[in-house]
């Protein structure tokens, strides 16, 4: 007995240690000593659960909620490959009602730097936390699953917790199924084909094009769809308003540079133009596109004429959010949920300072923009450990969160506490929504609730909560309502890891943003084609005819299973 506590006091101390230093450089290092202190007490925990569960699977209930059946203490580690997240479990109101509900505490694990190098250093060890959370788009993904570092979550489901057949999405299910007949993880924000029907009128986008209302409309609200307009007004702006509260203007906001490009001047612009993906059942290349090529060189003219400022080349989003919320940016090509409280800081000191969104870059002949919806693959995709301290717990939770109830919770709140039934509708209390749409980070911190912890929120089934959107963001929501497209067919099309494909997109992508920013830095429009001549001839040598096979083949077995969805 003496000796089992010691190994529990061990284990509780470094615990600790691993909450306190979670978010510094050494992280990696806190992560693979806490294992190691529990490794004796969380195998022989881990080995009596499971066969615990083994016996008792057969007679679970599919109707009935799997974690029910345990509500007992656990703490599970989960990690986040943003390095931006900041809240942590149990400080919220909600957090606590969680875990009070399911007995389940969680220590959140988030980079402290660059999320990939983090995030391969941990895949190297062999020492993943029990969950993790990344975008579906991310390399790691296939490399878990490929490298049998992860578990299956239907095998886990059908073991333990067959309700969560019952709460899960089969379209996503399916869509999310590899070529060994088993799915490993479970996207959020995820829209199937039919959600698409039934919701396509609510949805939003959150690809905007937004000014700074005051000034804009200051200048008169010049049209910036047109390339000569769009110089014009970032020079009138730079002019008339020089400095913002002592601080020089930044005419243009942009995503970050990263090593394989900016998101802003890719997808975001394509689809301002209306770039098409495909013609006649073929993938386009759309960074071929003529409208495209000559938009970038009209970003490229705006930096020689002095409208775009050396931040927007080595700020990352902390940054960007900082002088945001000082309302340095006249315009912004930026997703608007990214400084959702930076404008809401901007609306309480002066309604007239926020951005608003307007019709941005177009093509020669001014179609409206096809901006991106709700897809099928959502936007991250939520994975369970092999290292798992505890299968059968893990998968009941996370069938929980994935359910109504489970999203009711993380949406709305404690009933009584942050919401009421109102006439049959779930409705958040006047203080709580007055927090909400005043000041979101206080929010978090208080009431934890409007989906803080999004990694498994259903953005389809809170549309039955959600209140009705309120300014500043109601006017950007509004704007993208009837440009959303469904571009899931083109989803998880592009090769990963390392098959000879995955390798030559790897080496493309990694090209392309070294490219990007030498365009738009480049002296001259000729220049510019030197440099785009060079680029096209590299992603031809690194292998860029089996890229494309390989992302037409997957885009027709991409359109296939999407009918099949519709039936």
């Not at 390399?139 to 570092?149: L, R």
């Not at 039919?194 to 937004?210: A, I, M, P």
């Not at 775009?308 to 080349?313: P, Q, V």
């Not at 990214?338 to 307007?358: G, R």
Request: hydrophobic fraction near 35%; aromatic fraction near 12%; glycine fraction near 8%.
């Amino acid at each position: 007995m003496s000796v089992l506590a010691l190994v529990f006091t061990m284990a509780a101390c470094s615990s600790n240690s691993n909450d306190n230093s979670k978010n510094t450089s050494s992280n990696s290092g806190t992560d693979n000593s806490n294992k190691t202190a529990n490794t004796t007490t969380d195998a022989n925990t881990a080995a009596t659960k499971d066969a615990k569960a083994d016996n008792t699977a057969a007679a679970a209930n599919p109707d009935e909620p799997g974690w029910k059946s345990d509500t007992s203490p656990i703490t599970f580690d989960w990690y986040l490959n943003f390095s931006w997240f900041p809240n942590k479990w149990g400080v919220d109101a909600t957090s606590q009602y969680i875990t009070k509900k399911t007995g389940v505490n969680i220590n959140f694990i988030v980079p402290a730097g660059n999320e990939n190098e983090k995030l391969n250093t941990m895949i190297a060890s062999g020492s993943l936390p029990d969950f993790i959370t990344l975008g579906w788009y991310e390399d790691g993904v296939k490399k878990m699953i490929e490298g049998g570092m992860v578990e299956p979550l239907n095998k886990l489901a059908e073991q333990y917790d067959p309700y969560f057949f019952k709460v899960a999405d089969g379209a996503k299910t399916s869509w999310y199924t590899q070529p060994d007949g088993n799915f490993y993880g479970y996207p959020n924000a995820s829209s199937s084909p039919k959600d698409f029907e039934k919701f396509s009128g609510d949805y939003t986008s959150n690809q905007t094009f937004v000014v700074r209302k005051d000034m804009y409309e200051a200048l008169g609200k010049p049209d910036m769809r047109t390339k000569e307009g769009f110089l014009n007004a970032l020079k009138l702006a730079k002019e008339k308003f020089p400095e913002v509260n002592g601080q020089p203007l930044i005419p243009l906001g942009l995503h970050e540079f990263t090593e394989t490009g900016n998101y802003s001047l890719e997808g975001y612009l394509q689809n301002f133009l209306a770039v098409p993906y495909e013609k006649d059942g073929k993938l386009y290349d759309r960074r071929t596109d003529a409208e495209y090529l000559g938009w970038l060189k009209t970003f490229r003219k705006a930096n020689e004429m002095g409208l775009l400022a050396k931040d927007i080349f080595i700020d990352k989003r902390p940054q960007m959010e900082e002088k945001i919320a000082q309302g340095r940016y006249f315009a912004m090509l930026y997703q608007r949920s990214d400084f959702a409280a930076q404008q809401n800081a901007l609306y309480a000191k002066d309604p007239n300072s926020v951005y608003i969104a307007i019709d941005g870059p177009g093509d020669e002949a001014q179609d409206p923009p096809t901006l991106s919806g709700p897809g099928i693959s959502g936007w991250t995709v939520t994975l369970i450990s092999k290292n798992v301290k505890d299968k059968a717990r893990a998968i009941k939770f996370l069938s929980y969160l994935i359910s109504e109830e489970g999203n009711k919770d993380l949406y709305m709140g404690i009933p009584g506490e942050t919401y009421d039934e109102v006439d049959g509708k779930a409705t958040f209390k006047p203080e709580v929504l007055e927090l909400l749409n005043k000041d979101r980070s206080a929010f978090d911190k208080k009431y934890g609730a409007s989906y803080t912890f999004w990694m498994l929120m259903d953005t389809n089934m809170n549309l039955q909560w959600a209140p009705p959107s309120v300014e500043p963001s109601k006017q950007m929501e509004d704007w993208t309502k009837g440009k959303t497209t469904s571009f899931s067919q083109f989803d998880q099309i592009d090769p990963t890891g390392n098959s000879e494909e995955g390798i030559a997109n790897t080496k493309i992508g990694q090209t392309w943003g070294k490219t990007l920013p030498k365009l738009i830095l480049s002296k001259s429009d000729a220049d510019f084609d030197k440099l785009y001549a060079e680029f096209l001839e590299k992603r031809k040598d690194a292998g860029l005819d089996k890229v494309q096979a390989y992302q037409q083949s997957h885009y027709e077995d991409n359109v296939a299973k999407l009918k099949e969805f519709l039936k």
